[in-house]
């Protein structure tokens, strides 16, 4: 059942559509033109930019004098060359997006500007998505501040504190809204805990710890990955646990003692996990 009171807002970028290697082909051959071959360890520097923020940057650092709206125009003309040759949807996406769609309000929220929306707009049907759309021109501060997640909160008529954030990953701090990592991955399995009470859960692959806080009352989180995961939850009588949309029985897995779960999905055991290195 679908909660009026509760939102996932989406990330474009790395989330919906494949976009940075097609960003990174126009950028190289957008630099090319002015003699410029970006140093591979410049590329974190520009990473999660809108649009003007990098080509200040861009131009600065490599010193580039042409004007910068015809430097602009050059880079849009060679990013949607890139696009319509090869712009494709997260593998993933669609599975987790109907997933999403049958049991909360859904927005996107975008650093990329309007005129890059309307135009992504002739190729993909992004409005049949999303019930709300965002963009890196709609508010006056562009993310990570928390304006345009907060305005996305209000045009869905919830509260921050009840809504999910997934994003490619964190860049930086929003105040009062939970933020979901995704991974990219052709084999997607979703975890999805809701809190009816404090608890304290740790979730891990064989690679990373996924996630590892105190969640609060009348939040949600939202995961997805290959797998398999080893899950701990404090105080789980507090928690509900669903494993690809199918709820597990956290009762068959919880101390009396310590009121702690511990299992592994799809299956095994918690004593025989092992991450790799």
């Known amino acids: 059942m679908k909660s009026a009171n509760s939102a996932v807002i989406f990330d474009m970028d790395g989330v919906i559509l494949d976009t940075e290697p097609l960003y990174t082909k126009a950028e190289i051959r957008l ?3 002015y003699g410029v071959i970006i140093p591979e360890e410049d590329w974190s520097l520009f990473r999660g930019c809108a649009e003007q923020e990098f080509f200040d940057l861009s131009m600065k650092r490599y010193k580039i004098t042409e004007n910068k709206n015809v430097v602009m125009e050059k880079g849009r003309a060679y990013v949607r060359k890139e696009f ?3 712009l494709a949807f997260m593998p993933g996406f669609h599975k987790l997006h109907n997933i999403v769609k049958q049991h909360y309000n859904i ?6 500007p309007r005129h890059n929306l309307d135009w992504l707009r002739t190729l993909i049907e992004l409005d049949d998505l999303f019930e709300h759309i965002i963009s890196g021109d709609d508010t006056d501060n562009n993310k990570p501040h928390p304006e345009p997640y907060l305005a996305m909160t209000s045009r869905l008529g919830v509260e921050p504190k009840n809504t999910e954030i997934i994003e490619e990953e964190p860049s930086g701090f929003i105040e009062d809204v ?3 990592r995704t991974e990219k991955t052709n ?4 975890i999805r805990l ?3 009470g404090t608890c304290w859960i740790e979730i891990m692959d064989r690679k990373t710890v996924l996630e590892y806080k105190l969640a609060k009352a009348g939040t949600s989180i939202y995961l997805e ?3 398999p995961f080893k899950i701990i939850i404090g105080h789980s009588k507090r928690a509900e646990l669903f494993y690809n949309d199918t709820q597990i029985n956290l009762a068959t897995t919880t ?3 310590t009121n702690v779960s511990c299992l592994v999905l799809p299956k095994g055991k918690c004593d025989e996990f092992a991450q790799s290195n």
Request: glycine content about 14%; overall charge negative.
């Open 255 to 257: 101390n009396d003692k």
């Open 31 to 33: 630099f090319g033109e």
């Open 187 to 190: 084999d997607i399995n979703t």
């Open 178 to 180: 939970s933020t979901v």
């Open 107 to 112: 927005g996107l929220v975008t650093a990329s």
């Open 84 to 86: 319509m040759r090869s």
């Open 225 to 227: 990955g290959e797998g």
């Open 194 to 196: 809701n809190f009816s």
